[in-house]
């Protein structure tokens, strides 16, 4: 079971901006536009994982299922790295989709959802930026991240569970915890969060439709107006190490990094491996 790390835009019901409720999942449903409509909910109280639950019942699923907890115990990031999360100030909820390409056309799945979320965001007025390959920054710090764990059948295709945690309120306990400096939107905290669920799976299904038929081809101009470190000098780091210095120039219609480097161009496939700025002289 190989691992890969990897809208349309409706106005704002000005009645529901000022509520905060709790997640309820009637009244997520009910929110659904055409594209949501495909997708079943399920809200929790409290589990340890979004992703490993789905992960664990994919073998049962017949359609999309989207599955939202108040609050993870024991999420999850890239590299097995823990995804910190306080009760109500963190939204965590994983996607379950299904796609008729192997496991191997999906390595560009994290972008092309990095690409929908920031999108959505920038619709409710919040300013993001995407970094390669599955961070949204805002003021260059990390607002939200994306973790995909999929799962191969030759006969049938593959499934994803999309993992998405989208800070609303941090804490200094929870930065603290963490160890940097994170960014939060409190204006999206503000929001009824059923109403933010419902774009955001609105907005995720829609764009889900378009990857299964398009591939991230669809997404990668897209996603190259958002990069926030678009013709700046960075850093490739694997587990610390440097594998690669250069010019980020974008990424290509597959989704790996195409960087500018002083031996020519190279293109860098996800994987594990992350990006930094590199040290100004």
């Not at 992703?51 to 907890?69: S, T």
């Not at 979320?117 to 599955?134: F, I, S």
């Not at 200094?172 to 799976?201: F, S």
């Not at 190279?266 to 100004?280: E, Q, W």
Request: with cysteine; aromatic share 6%; proline share 4%.
């Amino acid at each position: 079971m190989p691992f890969f790390l990897v809208a349309s835009i409706n106005p704002i019901p000005q009645t529901n901006l000022n509520s905060v409720s709790n997640l309820n999942t009637q009244k997520i449903l009910l929110l659904r536009d055409h594209y949501g409509e495909q997708v079943d909910v399920e809200v929790v109280a409290e589990t340890g994982s979004t992703n490993a639950d789905l992960m664990a019942r994919l073998h049962e699923l017949q359609a999309p299922l989207l599955r939202i907890a108040e609050h993870q115990t024991a999420g999850r990031g890239r590299a097995g790295r823990v995804w910190h999360s306080v009760q109500g100030g963190v939204l965590t909820f994983s996607l379950a989709w299904h796609f008729p390409q192997s496991g191997q056309a999906l390595l560009g799945l994290p972008l092309a959802v990095g690409v929908t979320l920031a999108e959505t965001l920038l619709a409710l007025g919040v300013p993001v930026t995407l970094k390669w390959p599955n961070d949204i920054l805002k003021e260059q710090k990390k607002l939200a991240g994306i973790l995909i764990e999929t799962s191969s059948h030759t006969e049938t295709g593959s499934w994803a569970v999309i993992g998405i945690g989208l800070n609303l309120t941090v804490p200094d306990t929870l930065e603290l915890e963490i160890g940097q400096a994170v960014a939060d939107a409190p204006w999206l905290a503000q929001m009824d969060r059923n109403l933010l669920v419902a774009r955001l799976l609105n907005a995720l299904a829609k764009s889900m439709e378009e990857f299964r038929h398009q591939g991230f081809a669809a997404f990668a101009d897209r996603w190259n107006k958002l990069h926030a470190y678009a013709g700046q000098a960075v850093l490739v780091l694997d587990r610390g190490q440097v594998l690669h210095e250069g010019l980020a120039l974008g990424v290509d219609h597959t989704g790996c990094l195409v960087l500018q480097t002083a031996l020519g161009q190279v293109t860098v496939v996800a994987g594990d491996v992350s990006l930094r700025p590199a040290p100004s002289n």
